[in-house]
């Protein structure tokens, strides 16, 4: 008898403080596999790239209003909705 293991891993996206002001902290289970992250708008409009992938965003220039935080690391993309206050 063949004895089968299955083993899955979810990778998962923790987003906090949510509702934020004005720096969002975000983790993954792996930082190093981030490969970029975009913040957009309701709209679907990016407005904002992180520059360096440091577990923190800063919200500080986006006015009040829903968006959607997407994280693409080396294993698909990771999406969250924010709010900024």
Do not use: C
Request: glycine share 6%.
């Amino acid at each position: 008898m063949v004895d089968y293991k299955l083993e899955t891993t979810k990778n998962e996206l923790t987003v906090f403080p949510n509702p934020s002001t004005d720096i969002l902290n975000y983790e993954v289970a792996n930082l190093e596999a981030v490969q970029s992250v975009q913040l957009f708008d309701v709209f679907g409009k990016l407005v904002k790239v992180a520059a360096q992938v440091d577990g923190q965003l800063s919200l500080a220039d986006l006015t009040v209003g829903m968006y959607m935080l997407v994280v693409e690391t080396n294993d698909g993309g990771l999406r969250q909705v924010i709010v900024k206050k």
